[in-house]
């Protein structure tokens, strides 16, 4: 009984809409489809061009932090080969490859106190990080 109900409302529907009103219709539907899919293209290369000047500034970060130690390391690379004089009791100069001063120093002062012997005596060439 309900049955016949629809499918009589919806009979009456089908006998009213002309061929320019499904026309109208269809092209209404199609422009909120294409709409949507717009919004959806706008959002998404929003959201990538967001991620990509992120890593930008993050590998502007990292080229900066690398100059920088480029250029602490630099003027000790410069000393050494000034070949200034030796302080009393040094082995000589060493070498800093991507290395503080001072984690070289405690370096030195480590390997000195396991091998039971003074700094002074130890000669080191070069002090690298291994990554």
């Known amino acids: 009984m309900v049955d016949n109900i629809i499918l009589s409302a919806a009979a009456e529907g089908l006998k009213d809409i002309t061929i320019g009103d499904a026309a109208i219709t269809a092209v209404f539907g ?3 489809v294409f709409a949507g899919l717009v919004c959806l293209m706008a959002v998404l290369y929003c959201t990538g061009a967001y991620f990509k000047s992120k890593n930008e500034k993050e590998e502007a970060a990292r080229k900066a932090a690398a ?3 480029a250029e602490k390391a630099a ?3 410069a000393e050494a080969k000034a070949e200034l004089p030796l302080a009393p009791g040094s082995a000589g100069h060493v070498k800093l490859f991507d290395v503080p ?3 070289a120093a405690m370096i030195m002062a480590i390997v ?4 039971q012997k003074p700094l002074n005596e130890l000669h080191f060439i070069s002090i690298k990080e291994v990554k």
Do not use: F, H, L
Request: aromatic residues 6%; glycine residues 0%.
């Open 67 to 69: 100059s920088k130690a």
């Open 30 to 32: 199609y422009a909120v």
């Open 101 to 103: 001063d001072k984690e």
């Open 112 to 115: 000195a106190d396991k091998m």
């Open 75 to 77: 003027p000790v690379q």
